[in-house]
Each structure stands twice: as C-alpha cells, then as structure tokens.
C-alpha cells in the first residue's frame, strides 16, 4: 500500500511539472521561418504533415534556426549580414535572450548545439580582418564564453558530427563587409573548405576545393549518421557553364562532386538553396528556387535519380517517407520515386531552411 501511495503521488507530482521538453509543445519535427501575410516574421513548428504546431515573431527576415536537443528553445537567426539571434521558449513564446554579434563581427544564419546542450556555437565574419569566427556561447546563461578561428573565409552553416565532440564548418570563401552589404569582395582569390574542429577549435583536417573549383562557395551541409558530409555550393564564376553543386565527404577520403546530365544541371542556375540526406541515407537532396527546382541523387552511384519541378522550393528534410520540402508558396510536401506531393499549404512564404528536430528527450 506504502508503494502504491508513492506510486501516485509522484503521478501527481509528475502532472503539476512544467514539461521543457519538445514534447511540451506538441512534438513538432520541424523548424522554419517564414513571412507571413501580416507582414510578420515568424518561427513556426511544424509537425510531419506541415501542420504549424507554433508560431513565434521575430523582429525581422529570419534564415535558419538550431533546436535545442532537449528543451523546447530554439536559436533563430537573422539572414547574413544580421548581428541578432534570438533564444526562444517555444513552449511560451517569450523570448529568453538576444544575441548580439560583437563589434565588428556578424552572423551568417546558422549555429549548432553540442550533443549534450550546454554550449552553442555560431558562425560570424570578423569583417575588417576578412577571417572566419565561431562564437562559443554557455547554453543556459548564452553569455558568450569566447570564439575560434572557423579555418577560413566566410563560414555559412555549421553541424556537430554525430557521435563525436567534432564540428564540421562550411566556409564558402567569400569575404564580404556589412559597410557594402552583400557584395563579394574577393571573387578572384577565394578559397571554400570543409572544416573539421574540436569543440575547442583546434582543426583536426581541411579540404579545400582548388584548380577550377575555387569559385564554387560551400554554403550549406547535411550529415549522414555515419558522418558522411552533403554540402551545397553556389557558383561564383563563369568559366564553367553548369558547375556541380553538390559534394560528399568522409573524413580520411576525397571529396566527390555530382552532377545531373546538363539540361537538368543547368536548371540549377548556378545555385543550391538546401541540402539534406534522406532518412535511409541511401539518397541525397539539394534545391534551387531560382530554378524551381529539386534534384535527388543516390548516395553510392552519384547518378541523378530524379528531378523535380516545383515553385521556389528551397527548405529540405529528412521525412517519413525520405524527404519533405518546403517552397516559398506556403507548400509542405514530400518526395517519392515518381513525383513531389504537396501535403499541406500555409498562407505564408517559407523561408530558405527546414531544420529537423533532433531531440534527446
């Protein structure tokens, strides 16, 4: 009986808990920002289906955001060159902090967690130096803890390599200041790499894309969980008519670069948005909302298995059945072998990313 009052009375207890993890705010898989029709930026969860399980504001156009892997926070960023990120409750909507980029620094959009939530790291452009930088920031307090060097020049996306105390760093070698907005200032000598660091900024390999490559700007990644890295480029030059956007990397090997046969590459424009693994790992994705268009491929062969047709897709996900996308039509929807299906659509404009969830709760 003694067990069995115990029994309940920690139920009770249990049920007068705040819950802090996803599940507190309906589990969502998702995250993304996007413009809606009050003219509102938002950060909104979305479930398997598209279904917005939350919707936050944000003081301006937001890029990307990082999920926190056990609480319901979430960083969301300002797109390049902002100098906020705002830290989210997701269960009340309040805004618990605002990050701000040190003078003479900026973000470029993205940050990761580490695997166990306790720090955050963010990408940033030390601009008067024309060097790459990852803040290092306490994930309960985020006081900013210190920064690194990213092992380049314009360090875009950022992922902790699974299962390791390792981050992977996409530096699209473009050098740009704020004082001339988006323009690239070094187009004739830039020089993309893939990054590897610990989490105390030492770098443990690097691998460049040199020759006839060097204007092809690594910008964003996807990793497979054997720690195989996707990352999507986008084309600086003109010497090469329909450049390949899409690499694969394994620590210890060469880079592979894949391409479509060319009147599907040169749908691309030059340009991919997202890039993700299916959840199989047997295929690879990327997007181009200039060209209204998105390309599979298989992973082991590199051979292009399928191209898609769809209105300024760019957000990009592992899914139940693979892949989901979203466009800046509103659209949610989800790949198979023969065609796209739209499985949901909001009255708002989906922004560039769709950020899986990927919780420890």
């Known amino acids: 009986m003694t067990n069995r009052r115990n029994f309940l009375a920690g139920l009770a207890a249990a049920s007068l808990t705040p819950a802090s993890g996803w599940s507190s705010v309906g589990a969502p898989v998702y995250l993304a920002a996007g413009l809606f029709p009050d003219g509102s930026y938002r950060l909104s969860g979305l479930d398997n289906a598209g279904a917005i399980l939350f919707s936050i504001p944000l003081p301006a156009r937001g890029h990307a955001a990082a999920a926190h892997p056990s609480k319901a926070q979430a960083v969301a960023f300002a797109r390049r060159p902002g100098t906020f990120a705002i830290v989210i409750d997701c269960k009340s909507g309040h805004v618990i902090k605002r990050l701000t980029a040190p ?26 130096a024309a060097e790459g930088v990852i803040g290092v920031w306490d994930a309960n307090s985020f006081v900013r803890l210190g920064e ?8 875009h996306d950022i992922r902790l390599m699974p299962g390791s105390d390792m981050l992977v760093i996409a530096n699209g070698g473009i050098e740009t200041h704020p ?13 993309p790499n893939l990054a590897y660091v610990d989490l105390s900024g030492s770098v443990l390999a690097k691998v460049e894309l040199t020759g006839a490559q060097h204007k092809n700007s690594i910008r964003h990644l996807a990793v497979r969980s054997d720690g195989l890295v ?32 060319e009147r599907q590459q040169s749908d691309l424009q030059g340009y991919a948005g997202s890039i993700a693994f299916s ?7 990327i997007t181009c909302p200039r060209g209204n268009t998105l390309h599979r491929f298989d992973v082991t062969s590199g051979a292009l298995m399928n191209a898609y047709t ?15 996308f979203t466009t800046g039509t509103g659209a949610f929807g989800s790949l198979n072998a023969a065609h796209a299906k739209i499985s949901s659509r909001q009255d708002c404009q989906w922004d560039n990313h769709l950020i899986p969830i990927q919780t420890t709760d």
């Open 103 to 128: 003078k003479g620094r900026h973000f470029y959009g993205h940050g990761t967690f580490s695997a166990d939530g306790t720090r955050f790291f963010t990408t940033e452009n030390k601009y008067e």
């Open 148 to 155: 690194f060097a990213s092992g380049g020049v314009g360090p």
């Open 179 to 191: 004082d001339t907005g988006r323009t690239k200032l070094n187009l004739p000598t830039m020089l």
């Open 230 to 261: 996707g990352f999507a480029m986008q084309w600086q030059g003109n010497q090469i008519k329909h450049p390949p956007l899409l690499g694969l990397h394994k620590l210890g090997e060469i880079p592979r670069l894949l391409s479509a046969p």
């Open 279 to 285: 959840t199989d790992g047997h295929s690879v994705a």
């Open 310 to 324: 769809l209105e300024d897709v760019c957000g990009l996900g592992a899914g139940a059945e693979g892949l989901v």
